[in-house]
DNA sequence: GACCTGACCAATT
DNA sequence: TAATTGGCCAGGT
């Protein structure tokens, strides 16, 4: 399996109301340093509709700038919607929101 | 066809 | 303990 649909995998089975950082996707995917490929991943984004990207933040729990990827703060919206908390920095509360790839 | 960049994180020195 | 470099994959020029 490529990487990449081994990080979309991921991606998916992210639950909703939860979030995932990069780094554990990545490590999900293989190896931890797939970071950046995962970023990249997310970015091709080549099936939105499947790939919550917006449930991937950084490792400081809160959203990338180029990550709007409707425009604005949609993501926040989004993950706001599913009954993510956003502390006053705009980070992700991740003590209680972070994804913990629990058995599936 | 090759080189560089790009939503990042972790390990090493 | 802190700061820096390295690494991975694919698309674009």
Request: charged share 25%.
């Given at each position: ?18 979030v ?41 729990g ?30 992700v ?12």
């Amino acid at each position: 399996m490529n990487t990449f649909e081994t990080i979309y995998e991921v991606v998916k089975q992210i639950p909703c109301g939860k979030v995932a950082t990069y780094g554990q996707v990545a490590s999900l995917a293989g190896n931890a340093r797939l970071a950046r490929v995962v970023g990249y991943a997310l970015h091709a984004n080549p099936d939105p509709e499947h790939i919550p990207c917006y449930r991937v933040v950084n490792r400081f729990g809160e959203v990338s700038e180029a990550f709007a990827f409707g425009g604005g703060n949609r993501q926040v919206e989004l993950l706001r919607a599913e009954g993510v908390e956003f502390g006053e920095d705009g980070r992700v509360k991740m003590e209680k929101y972070q994804w913990s790839r629990r058995v599936l």
